[in-house]
């Protein structure tokens, strides 16, 4: 009777991590699309608000784009991201902040994403100067304004 009740205590723990692990990690997915109604170039969402230690996975749904953070546009001490054209993307974030990522050919179509990290916004105004290209520009200073 002591191994059964042990055995149900042990089964009811692994039950309790099992859902307690899948509610933490709140991992987002977003497109990579050549059209999205009347849009054209662009990521299925734009602003994604994630915690530190969440991952983001970039989907080529269609060809011909990538993801590259923008110099200046991430929080200090975040290295370099570029990932390949035409391929799923990941990053797994684990600095709080602000970080604007362009598609490297669309940029000036106006194909940028925002990702925030633990509603952190520290560095808002490094974001506000950021030098975004063509359409880009409007685009960011209408999305940065609902941060
Ligand atoms: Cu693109």
């Known amino acids: 009777m002591i191994n059964f009740t042990k055995h149900i205590l042990i089964t009811a723990i692994f039950f309790l991590f099992g859902s307690l692990s899948s509610a933490i990690a709140a991992d987002e997915t977003i497109e990579m699309l050549n059209k999205q109604g009347k849009e054209s170039m662009v990521y299925s969402k734009k602003v994604v608000r994630i915690k530190s230690g969440d991952t983001v996975n970039w989907i080529a749904t269609t060809k011909g784009h990538n993801v590259e953070f923008i110099k200046g546009g991430v929080p200090e001490g975040v290295e370099k991201f570029k990932s390949k054209f035409n391929k799923d993307a990941q990053y797994k974030f684990t ?11 669309h940029k000036s179509m106006g194909m940028i994403g ?20 063509g359409k880009s520009k409007k685009i ?8």
Not at 114 to 124: S, W
Not at 140 to 147: G, M, P, V, Y
Request: aromatic share 16%; glycine share 2%.
């Open 95 to 105: 600095i709080p902040g602000i970080y604007a990522y362009w598609c490297t050919p």
């Open 114 to 133: 925002f990702v925030i990290v633990d509603d952190n916004k520290t560095n808002l105004d490094e974001i506000k100067k950021t030098r975004f290209s």
């Open 140 to 147: 960011a200073s209408e999305l940065i304004n609902t941060f």
